[in-house]
């Protein structure tokens, strides 16, 4: 099993920066990525890395204002979120998938572990 806790979140104004974080337990996976789910709609994919190779993929919405990274030494996660928009305000949570002989993933249904989530509410 991967334990994974993320934290970061916060309140921001329209235009402002935050840093979120995702502490995994173990580093016996593929890929990590994150999604984030708003009031009423479904969960969505954000972005991933993978977690040997560092390779990045980052959805359409967020590409040039989010970078996911990661420290090996740490066993950590991030995702840098700048000029944050109201539109990004949800739930953000990490995922992990275990295994795959892809460099990242993007569905929820291939991830095998999640976080707890934390709330990041831009306003305008």
């Known amino acids: 099993q991967v334990q994974l806790v993320e934290s970061g979140g916060g309140s921001v104004q329209a235009g402002g920066s935050l840093r979120l974080s995702c502490a995994a337990s173990?580093?016996?996976?593929?890929?990590c990525g994150w999604f984030r789910q708003a009031p009423g709609k479904s969960r969505e994919f954000v972005a991933a890395?993978?977690?040997?190779?560092?390779?990045?993929y980052h959805a359409d919405s967020v590409k040039g204002r989010f970078t996911i990274s990661r420290d090996i030494s740490k066993n950590m996660v991030y995702l840098q979120m700048n000029s944050l928009k109201p539109e990004d305000s949800a739930v953000y949570y990490c995922?992990?998938?275990?295994?795959?002989?892809?460099?990242?993933?993007?569905?929820?249904?291939?991830?095998?572990?999640w976080g707890q989530g934390t709330q990041v509410t831009v306003s305008s």
């Open positions: 995922a992990v998938a275990v295994s795959g002989g892809r460099q990242y993933y993007t569905r929820l249904s291939d991830h095998d572990y």
């Open positions: 173990r580093r016996t996976f593929n890929s």
């Open positions: 890395i993978n977690w040997r190779g560092g390779n990045t």
